[in-house]
């Protein structure tokens, strides 16, 4: 990382400036010299930082925003600028500043997903130790209670083993995608969504709902065919979920020009435009309550996410409330 450097005179106007700091402030430094940084930089956190380290001596730093063609974070350094012997001039300060945006969004990231983990772990744990205080404080002791608190207690051992087993498999897609391990080979969509599709038939049974794939049987592209089964799985598996009784589900694969479409598309409550952008997230729910009645872990769709893109494809989603939603997976296609 290259840091933007700024020397500052005491009246706050630009002295010098290097050319990544110039970059941070989308220009060159021929455009920025002479200039007042305040001017340049309108920030009043940045402000105070220099006019403690003028006023002081101090060393102050911190993180700020600014706002060029869109917002950065800038985390900047002030510091009285020395002579050649290393003592304060006295009539200046140094500005040493580092993009750290992405940095920040990461820790952001990382900060979420832990207090989901632990929302979503903490949840099914409250019940089980509910349950089990229950039995010790005698419930035990009638064999239909106890029964019915045992069922409950293994219901929530399954959705934390699920929660697991979808994080377990998060980490190895992104382990793979890091390290470019995936061994991809040409195979046939249509084996591998009929295959997807027996997997989800006995909950699709339930609702009585119907599932049509449509698919040239010779279409073919370059896949990990066990892990795109997964992907498959994880979109009808949703579709069935949020789909009425007695309806269909259409899942269609196609060439189209150098790609591959594969799409799931439902006739269920569909998804209100605001919750779009956020869909293949981590833990995001549209409907928390609905979503933890229908079951799952809040990671499906991310897993789908990290699939396709470990494929070099990409996944979109399309929907509209009360009429439905279409999930569309986009590949490469096959070199014949």
């Known amino acids: 990382m290259v840091e933007g450097v700024v020397a500052l005179d005491s009246d706050e106007c630009i002295l ?35 006019q403690a380290a003028m006023a002081k001596g101090d060393v102050t730093g911190g993180d ?8 950065i974070i800038i985390s900047a350094r002030c510091s009285p600028l020395l002579d050649a012997g290393g003592g ?28 989901n983990v632990s929302h979503e772990i903490k949840t099914p744990l409250t019940a089980i130790q509910g349950f089990v205080e229950t039995l010790c404080d005698g419930a035990v002791a009638d064999p239909d209670e106890a029964q019915k608190f045992l069922q409950i207690i293994a219901r929530h051992v399954k959705r934390l083993a699920a929660i697991v087993d979808d994080l377990m498999q998060l980490a190895r897609l992104e382990q793979d995608e890091q390290r470019r391990r995936l061994h991809l080979k040409s195979d046939l969509l249509c084996a591998m969504l009929s295959a997807a599709e027996q997997l989800c038939r006995p909950k699709a049974d339930e609702k009585n709902i119907t599932i049509q794939i449509n698919c040239d049987q010779s279409l073919s592209a370059p896949i990990d065919a066990d892990l795109m089964e997964q992907a498959a799985v994880n ?19 196609m060439a ?34 609905r979503s933890r009645r229908v079951g799952g872990t809040g990671l499906g769709l991310s897993i789908v996410k990290h699939i396709v893109q470990a494929h070099e494809g990409t996944v979109t989603v399309e929907s509209t409330l009360g009429k439905g939603s279409t999930f569309t997976i986009h590949l490469p296609r096959a070199t014949p």
Do not use: C, W
Request: glycine residues 6%; aromatic residues 6%; charged residues 25%.
């Open 16 to 50: 010098h400036l290097n050319a990544a700091a110039a970059r941070l402030l989308s220009g060159t430094p021929d455009q920025f010299q002479g200039r007042s940084i305040q001017e340049v930089m309108r920030n009043r956190e940045l402000h105070q930082m220099i």
């Open 64 to 71: 700020v925003a600014l706002y060029q063609n869109s917002e």
């Open 88 to 115: 304060e001039r006295g009539d200046g300060v140094v500005l040493v500043m580092n993009d750290v945006t992405q940095l920040r969004r990461l820790e952001t990231i990382r900060s979420d997903f832990a207090a």
């Open 235 to 253: 979109l009808i598996d949703n579709a069935i979920k949020y789909s009425a009784e007695g309806s269909s589900i259409s899942v269609q694969a």
């Open 256 to 289: 189209v020009d150098e790609r591959i479409q594969i799409r799931f598309q439902d006739q269920g409550i569909g998804i209100a435009e605001k919750h779009l952008p956020r869909l293949f997230e981590r833990f995001y729910r549209v409907d928390k309550a």
